[in-house]
């Protein structure tokens, strides 16, 4: 009844509700390069790089340069580059350019937005890598 091509790639669905933050980076702390982090991290520092992560959180004094991909991502900061999320928060407090990607979006009265959005259904027929230039950087992500 079901061939081998019926079978379809399922990435189980990890529940982060009761999960502690693995990793933080402190507002102090300001990295260049890329980022990829498994489970919970906070991120309060000054990121010049790509982030990937399975749930970031990224804090009032967070500033980061380049592109984040997480399945879960809230922002409370500011990110110049590309969003990739299945589930994205932004709060009163974030500062997002660029465009973004989101099958779940969630906007608090206050955040600002520059760029292109795509989320619901939207979202799932844009789901190639993001790939571009960072604004002011002339680097190619």
């Given amino acids: 009844m079901f ?19 693995k990793s933080i980076l402190s507002k102090e ?4 390069g890329n980022i990829k982090a498994e489970g919970k991290v906070r991120i ?16 009032a004094s967070s500033a980061v340069t ?3 991909n997480a399945d879960i991502l ?3 900061g500011t990110i110049k580059g590309n969003i990739r999320s299945e589930t994205l928060e932004l709060k009163a407090s974030s500062v997002v350019e ?3 990607f989101a099958k779940n979006f ?3 009265q206050g955040s600002t937005i520059s760029g292109k959005v795509s ?7 844009n789901i190639q890598p993001i790939r571009g230039t960072i604004s002011g950087k002339g680097k190619q992500q």
Avoid at 29 to 32: C, P, Q, W
Avoid at 119 to 125: A, L, P, Q, T
């Fill in 29 to 32: 702390l300001k990295v260049s």
């Fill in 98 to 100: 660029g465009e973004i």
């Fill in 106 to 108: 969630i906007v608090e």
């Fill in 66 to 68: 380049g592109n984040v």
């Fill in 74 to 76: 809230i922002v409370q």
């Fill in 44 to 59: 309060d520092g000054q990121i010049e790089g790509d982030i990937e992560g399975d749930y970031v959180i990224l804090g």
């Fill in 3 to 21: 061939g081998k091509g019926d079978k379809k790639e399922m990435k189980p669905k990890k529940d982060y509700s009761s999960s502690e933050i």
């Fill in 119 to 125: 989320s619901g259904k939207f979202h799932e027929s």
